[in-house]
């Protein structure tokens, strides 16, 4: 059975979607004449101005929050272990697909906003709800209700996979690995503090996410930081390294195995699209619930989702991964990570392991209400006090259990929701495109 997913996995994270990602992204940057590249500097004033709702705005949380949520989800295990297994299957060279993968992928992040604000709905509790199922179903028309439909069931899944079980069972391995701490242990404290917050839904989610999220990414950052100015007169080299292997691949070198032009493009892909999410779908769903009077305004605030995740902190983990050396160790995945910041700095493994903790906690906080929404999309309102319980119950089953199996189904579904999502995107990108091009021609981005 693990062979056979495996292969399955395999297959759907082939060539044929990661084009179709990057296609997507470019095209909605070509449609767009590279809109959130032009507007980047506007993306970052709205986003400080995004900390209060906006006079008139309507939602659940301030548009500044809808971000720190779907950061939350996505500055994770990515940036940490995405990152080190891109190096050690592609070589340096892969980080520099994961930019271009981040580059397109603002584009993607700012369509799916837009229209996750421009379709929204109120749920029959009057909460604003939307993402990928509703934009389907209310942009495409009742006809293509089936596909919405089978967006949210691929994403209700995932949910279970990607960010509950696999995130507390990482929690787990890395606080018996580093401290001793029993993995049940682990996992009931875990499930005790998502209640705490989750119980409040999208606005407690997003109060915590508006505080912890900021200060993880800081605090990982200026670890990182730290490092490279001990080494900054090999971060010159580092950087040109990337950019030389991206389009020669990299010889075998110490426990580096060595590694093609092709290997380097398709991890640097895989691995880019893992960490920011751009396409997959998941981010709309909270920028849905943002507080805002325009979807030209929140669709500016998460497309700086992709370049803080991706060209900020995945750009600081590969840095001290290669200036320090530790690629070619031999070493992959968060433990490539932990060798090279112990190497660059005294005790720095506890900043990866630290990073890990927290950042899979956010993780299993935004994936919460992803899940929650698709759920309350696919059976109503009813089902979601019930989802929420059965969440925590599965943050203490994941923590204690073998997810060999479980990790990749739930690649799988992360995938197969894409496709859906990718057929939304570019059928409903006129509206995008119009909506845009309205919105700075008649002043009110200055508004």
């Known amino acids: 059975m693990s062979d056979f997913l495996g292969a399955v996995s395999a297959f759907v994270w082939g060539v044929p979607l990661l084009v179709l990602l990057l296609g997507t992204g470019l095209y909605l940057m070509v449609g767009l004449r590279f809109l959130p590249w032009r507007r980047l500097g506007y993306g970052v004033r709205m986003t400080l101005r995004g900390r209060k709702?906006?006079?008139g705005g309507e939602g659940e949380i301030t548009p500044f929050q809808a971000l720190m949520t779907s950061l939350s989800a996505t500055i994770g295990t990515g940036n940490i272990a995405g990152v080190a297994t891109a190096i050690f299957l592609g070589g340096p060279g892969a980080v520099f697909w994961m930019w271009i993968t981040a580059l397109v992928g603002m584009a993607t992040k700012y369509a799916e906003a837009v229209l996750a604000v421009e379709y929204r709905e109120t749920d029959a509790e009057g909460?604003?709800?939307?993402?990928?199922?509703y934009y389907i179903r209310n942009g495409l028309g009742p006809s293509?209700?089936?596909l919405g439909a089978?967006?949210?069931f691929f994403a209700m899944i995932a949910a279970f996979g990607i960010g509950n079980t696999v995130q507390s069972n990482s929690v787990a391995r890395a606080l018996e690995g580093s401290f001793g701490v029993p993995y049940i242990v682990t996992g009931l404290v875990l499930a005790g503090l998502t209640a705490l917050v989750i119980m409040g839904g999208v606005r407690r989610i997003g109060a915590v996410a508006e505080r912890l999220v900021p200060l993880m990414a800081v605090l990982y950052i200026g670890g990182a930081l730290l490092i490279l100015a001990v080494n900054a007169?090999?971060?010159p080299a580092a950087i040109g390294l990337i950019f030389a292997d991206a389009f020669t691949g990299t010889a075998a070198s110490g426990g580096f195995?060595?590694?093609g032009i092709l290997m380097a493009i398709r991890f640097g892909v895989a691995r880019g699209v893992f960490s920011n999410e751009a396409g997959l779908g998941s981010a709309p769903i909270a920028h849905a619930a943002a507080q805002t009077r325009d979807p030209v305004r929140q669709g500016t605030v998460a497309m700086l989702g992709t370049f803080i995740d991706?060209?900020?902190v995945c750009t600081m983990t590969a840095l001290v991964i290669i200036t320090t050396?530790?690629?070619?160790?031999g070493e992959t995945g968060a433990e490539l990570s932990a060798l090279a910041f112990d190497t660059g700095l005294p005790g720095g493994d506890l900043i990866v392991t630290l990073g890990l903790v927290v950042f899979a906690f956010t993780t299993i906080l935004g994936w919460s209400y992803y899940g929650e929404r698709a759920a309350g999309y696919l059976f109503g309102t009813r089902v979601v006090m019930p989802f929420r319980a059965l969440w925590i119950v599965a943050l203490v089953i994941g923590a204690v259990g073998n997810l060999g199996l479980i990790w990749i189904v739930a690649d799988i579904m992360n995938a197969l929701m894409a496709i859906p999502n990718l057929i939304g995107l570019i059928a409903l990108s006129g509206t995008v495109f119009a909506i845009s091009r309205r919105y700075f021609s008649e002043g009110r981005a200055y508004s």
Not at 325 to 329: K, L, Q, V, Y
């Open 325 to 329: 050396g530790a690629w070619t160790s």
């Open 257 to 259: 195995a060595g590694a």
């Open 127 to 133: 909460r604003f709800v939307g993402g990928p199922m």
């Open 150 to 152: 089978t967006f949210a």
């Open 233 to 235: 007169g090999d971060v």
């Open 53 to 55: 709702a906006q006079e």
């Open 310 to 312: 991706t060209i900020v």
């Open 144 to 146: 293509w209700a089936w």
